[in-house]
């Protein structure tokens, strides 16, 4: 089974996507990573952020091993990581490069140890659209702008980053216009996409809703 979860950032996709992950025991795949690698690479070597070239050529260096040492860095997820992955992200080079690898990965899914699992969970803003067109069930998470902010405030906050909530607001603001204003791959919901708002469901009540959907169609 292949689930794909796309939406706009802290719209509750990556919780929705690692619970369901466990519940069908499939293997989880959080495409955003690929982009914050790219993006935060960039920024560590100094590069442009606005060269498409420079940008595409990391995208085809990046290896599976050195995304994951990458992930360790404090910025990958700060708003360094978020903002950097959200303007290399809108280069078509740059997506081009990183779509098969993303594709091949419904073909073998693995867990994080390596096994082979029965299929997989994707969360971003393209995979039921463009990375698995195919995929069994697509859904597409939103929130209000000012409930994702608060949401990505309080896990900056219980991570000790060092920020502000009108930072935050207007740096989401800035990364939603992007993400969905860019030629390429924009982020909108799939033609058959589930939609859920969970502005006003906490995290038990998003991923209820979302397994009832699941065995309904089943
Ligand atoms: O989900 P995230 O916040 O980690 O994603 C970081 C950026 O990567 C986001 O602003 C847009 C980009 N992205 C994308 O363009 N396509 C995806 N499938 C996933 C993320």
Redesign the pocket.
Known sequence: MIITI?GP?AAG??TLAAALAKHYKLAYF????V??AVGLQMVLQKLDLTDESAAEKVAKQLTFTQMMELSRHPDFRSDVG?QA??KV?AFPKV?AALLKMQQDFSLNPVFADGTPANGAVY?????GTV?CPHADIKFFVTASMEVRAERRYKEFVAKGINTTYEKVLQDMTE?DK??SERAT?P?KPAENAVMMDTSAMNSEQEIAAAIKIIEERK
């Open positions: 796309d950032a996709k990556g959080d495409t955003g990573m982009y914050r978020g992955a959200s992200s997506r969360d971003g803003r393209d995979t990375v990364r992007r993400d791959a982020l």
